[in-house]
């Protein structure tokens, strides 16, 4: 693999982006590989390194960057009570749909000034928080992002006025929603109600609920990782990939 730590240049300073790809072959379709609300740590370097080897260049950007570079946590972020959960979740709160697509712009302009990646069609994926992220980038972006997927998305139906439901089905991107069937963030009537308006957008893809796992059921440092669900994930997204983007 070949690795770097990118700053790519945003309308509010320098976005700390780790990007990796494969060391052979022709330039590769770019992916954008959305974090989960504790942040950047190499649990996520690990998974991107995983899909770069899947023939993607991977761009896993920090998305926390207007809170400063030191927006990397320790163990405690998973802790209910712990500073370093209470100072993650200060700079989460703040989190808003339209700059994150802001960022999403800024990496697409980095992807074509760079040519570090395949020109075309480029993927994005999110987890917890980011879910709906990658959603709203379909949506954003219908003429670049070909493939989003969504990882035990939060909140995917709520009334907020940025609410990811509200944009299904308006960009062309195939999109592919991961639930776990135990998910305070994502409880399963919302869930039904989800699938309920997936299928009333005429969005191409799926909803689907991976039965008797946990929120961050991928995640292999968590608790409630589950392997067989982990890896039907990678399958799920690597597939979706492939019918998009080659590689």
Not at 192 to 216: C, D
Request: aromatic share 8%; charged share 25%; hydrophobic share 45%.
């Amino acid at each position: 693999m070949i690795e770097a730590t990118e700053d790519i240049p945003t309308r509010d300073g320098a976005m700390e982006t780790f990007v990796v790809r494969p060391e052979r072959g022709v330039p590769a379709p770019a992916v954008l590989m959305l974090m989960d609300a504790p942040g950047i740590r190499e649990e996520l370097h690990d998974m991107a390194r995983r899909l770069a080897t899947s023939g993607y260049c991977v761009l896993l950007p920090n998305l926390y960057y207007r809170a400063g570079r030191d927006t990397k946590f320790g163990p405690g972020v998973l802790v209910q009570g712990d500073p370093e959960r209470d100072r993650m979740r200060a700079i989460r709160t703040n989190m808003t749909i339209p700059p994150v697509m802001a960022d999403v712009a800024a990496m697409l302009g980095f992807l074509d000034r760079t040519g570090i990646a395949a020109p075309g069609p480029v993927g994005a994926h999110g987890y917890c928080m980011s879910g709906p992220y990658a959603l709203a980038a379909a949506a954003r972006y219908p003429g670049r992002i070909a493939a989003a997927a969504s990882f035990y998305g939060t909140w995917l139906v709520s009334d907020a006025e940025e609410s990811p439901h509200l944009t299904l089905g308006q960009g062309r991107a195939e999109l592919y929603i991961s639930c776990a069937e135990h998910d305070e963030l994502a409880p399963l009537p919302m869930v039904e109600e989800l699938r309920r308006l997936f299928a009333a957008s005429g969005a191409a893809g799926e909803v689907e609920i991976h039965p008797a796992v946990h929120h961050g059921f991928a995640f292999p440092q968590r608790w409630c990782f589950d392997k067989q669900a982990a890896e039907r994930h990678w399958e799920r997204l690597v597939a979706l990939y492939r019918r998009r983007l080659g590689g």
